[in-house]
């Protein structure tokens, strides 16, 4: 959910200490950026980091101050659980927590949601569960924290020395040995071994949100209609736009969302590799059937939801729904139910 890169260190380090002054929430962040440009600030260029506020429970640990985690060197790791990048991260987190924990290192994850089902404790304590992130993590459902932080980014890394100085910074997915090089040199260790990362994709189809509060048109310039109130949606046939979003049957624009009020159809034209959905439901299991192309999903590239060509919502969250698909344009058709709701289609 990143989509932003910046190299300067002599830039980087104003951006640090904006931190302390200006709040700004930037929903839709960049999908690399490093603040630091991958290196350690001189301690004259360090600044205090604000501490966590506002934050609506902790799991994984009773609730910490910075005050009470001075002495250890601490990154702070900005995060939402519906975001694919912020969850490409989680197995280079997990490196990093298991090789310096007993070394004086800390992770907190503050968890800060893009949208209203990520503020529920409950949600974000299963998906904790979900994604075996054992570090503490705040529920910063308010933002209060990441605003404290000016923070734009999902994910975004801000490691603090054992002053609570914001020492390094890092935006987006990737930076993984920058990051374990400059942990390691705050603690005056070697580096950690690292897994190998997911490259940053290139040249596919842009996140696409539905619902009308991103202001994203659907495809071939089909209307949202009242927000709150049952808009009926013609099926042409498969769209002639790439790159936007089409929805077939009766659809409720819920602004955050659209919800399906009957059996209808999601489709897409899209360049990727990997394609995700952010889907959810009202409460009950819904079906989705999806094909590729008109045809039922290979089995060699269907991703982890899909069972036979199909997936069941049970929650509001991230889904993977193929995984190595060929170059070019593609044709992804998803048949819906009552209740279904579409977020976000975001690509690797």
Known sequence: MTRYRAALAAIAAL??????????HDPTPPATASSTGGEVLPVSQRV???????????????PLTLANLRGKVVLIDFWTFSCVNCVRTIPHLKVLYDAYQSRGFVIVGVHSPEFDFEKVPANVAAAVKRLGVTWPVAID?????????????????YLLDQQ?????????EGDYPQTDAAVAEL??????PLPSSTPVPNNTTPELYAGSFRMEPLADNEPYGTLGAPQNHP????????????????????????????????RLNFVADTVYIVAGTPGTVLPVSVKLDGKAV??????????????????????QLLSGVSPGYHLIDLT????????????G
């Open 48 to 62: 205090l980091a604000p501490d966590f506020t506002g934050i609506d429970g902790w799991l994984n640990t009773t």
């Open 15 to 24: 951006i640090v200490a904006a931190v302390l002054f200006t709040v700004v």
């Open 141 to 157: 459902s308010q933002m209060a924290t990441w605003n404290a932080y000016q923070n734009q980014y999902w994910p975004a890394e």
């Open 164 to 172: 609570g100085r914001v020492a390094y910074t890092s935006f987006g």
């Open 336 to 347: 819906v139910p009552a209740g279904f709701r579409i977020y976000t289609f975001t690509f």
């Open 235 to 266: 099926d042409p046939g498969p769209p002639q736009q790439q790159d936007a979003i089409q929805v077939t049957g009766t659809w409720t624009d819920e602004g955050q969302y659209l919800q399906a009020d009957g059996t209808g159809h999601v």
């Open 187 to 192: 603690l005056n260790v070697h580096t950690a």
């Open 298 to 319: 290979p089995a060699g590239i269907a991703g982890s939801a899909l069972t036979a060509s199909a997936f069941m919502v049970t929650r509001q969250d991230l889904f």
